[in-house]
């Protein structure tokens, strides 16, 4: 069954640096997503993508994020200037299209920001 | 966004029939009915989804009755492995790239 795949699965940075986080949709689909869940927290929204442009973004994915399609198969999300308070699991998701098509998830990223 | 709700936390033993209620009083007309599955450290996974009556595939059904205002997963003869959180969803159609809204979830414990 195709999946979702991000990389790294850990990745610590020290506060203030940027870091990259990387997703690989499932090859035929055209939305993409991301979502972040802090430890014990309920998964968030952060952004939708679509045809290369953001469709929706939520209050948490403000200047210090962004996301970009570099190539036809890779999905990224970029924070820069890290802060504390950003050390979470970022998850990937990508969907088919068709209105009634689920969003698959991948298995995240664990960000820690020390 | 349709609020839904559902409990926090049950409990069931091995080889036993779930169900998980969830509650969606202000459903759109338009809106499907999702679930989701959460294992600790990792990404939510699609179980099932529907629109009216019954769905069921290879490891899950949904009921959902004729007023639409709550739905039901139903896990056959559960396992150790089951135990997990479950995420009941309302989804909008109209405007494909539409976020997910997560609850609290279930939290759903197996017992030997």
């Known amino acids: 069954e195709p999946e979702v795949t991000q990389t790294p699965s850990h990745q610590v940075t020290q506060m203030g640096q940027e870091v990259i986080l990387r997703c690989v949709p499932i090859?035929?689909?055209?939305?993409f997503y991301w979502y972040r869940q802090i430890l014990g927290q309920k998964v968030e929204f952060l952004v939708s993508f679509y045809n290369n442009e953001i469709s929706e973004k939520s209050e948490i994915f403000d200047d210090q994020f962004s996301v970009e399609r570099p190539d036809g198969s890779n999905f990224t999300l970029k924070i820069r200037s890290t802060k504390l308070e950003d050390s979470a699991m970022y998850f990937c998701a990508s969907k088919d299209t068709g209105s009634n098509q689920p969003q698959h998830f991948g298995d995240g990223t664990r960000l820690s920001i020390l | 966004l349709a609020k839904t709700t559902q409990p926090i936390s049950m409990d069931s033993y091995e080889g036993q029939e779930v169900n998980i209620t969830c509650s969606h009083n202000?459903?759109?007309?338009?809106?499907?009915i999702t679930w989701y599955q959460q294992f600790p450290s990792q990404g939510p996974r699609f179980i099932i989804q529907?629109?009216?009556t019954k769905v069921t595939n290879e490891v899950a059904s949904l009921f959902i009755p004729a007023d639409r205002k709550s739905s039901t997963l139903s896990l056959p003869r559960v396992s150790l492995s089951d135990t997990a959180v479950y995420y009941c969803?309302?989804?909008?159609?109209?405007?494909?790239?539409?976020?997910?809204?997560f609850g609290s979830g279930t939290q759903l414990t197996v017992l030997p």
């Open positions: 090859s035929n689909h055209l939305y």
């Open positions: 969803l309302v989804r909008g159609t109209s405007g494909s790239a539409r976020q997910l809204t």
């Open positions: 202000n459903i759109a007309t338009n809106d499907y």
């Open positions: 529907g629109y009216k």
